[in-house]
Nanobody
Framework: QVQLVESGGGLVLAGDSLRLSCAASGRTFTIYAMGWFRQAAGKEREFVAGISWIAGITYYANSVKGRFTISRDNAKTTLYLQMNSLKPEDTAVYYC?????????????????WGQGTQVTVSS
């Protein structure tokens, strides 16, 4: 099992930036890919961005493409999400997750371990 701890959330104004971090520990050698998901109040959890751990291939939801950047530091086993030009509709709890193998990086069911989440609130 891999333990994941997110940090970096907060309350910001529309147009501001935030950087989320996710520190992984435990059986990190099993990580195939990692991703960021978010869940707004009353909505289902949705894919935001994903990255393959070795090759660094990235995937983004259309809603964040061009504004968010996912990256990882393999040596530190840490995942990042740089969020720019934030909008009120980006308000949600953001979760990082790791997958031991997947066929679809956007599928929430193909991720094995999850962090506890960090709240991002964007005020207009």
């Amino acid at each position: 099992q891999v333990q994941l701890v997110e940090s970096g959330g907060g309350l910001v104004l529309a147009g501001d930036s935030l950087r989320l971090s996710c520190a992984a520990s435990g059986r990190t050698f099993t990580i195939y890919a990692m991703g960021w998901f978010r869940q707004a109040a009353g909505k289902e959890r949705e894919f935001v961005a994903g990255i393959s751990w070795i090759a660094g291939i990235t995937y983004y939801a259309n809603s964040v493409k061009g504004r968010f950047t996912i990256s990882r530091d393999n040596a530190k086993t840490t995942l990042y999400l740089q969020m720019n030009s934030l909008k009120p509709e980006d308000t949600a709890v953001y979760y990082c997750a790791q997958s031991r193998a997947y066929s679809s990086p956007t599928d929430v069911n193909q991720y094995n371990d999850w962090g506890q989440g960090t709240q991002v609130t964007v005020s207009s």
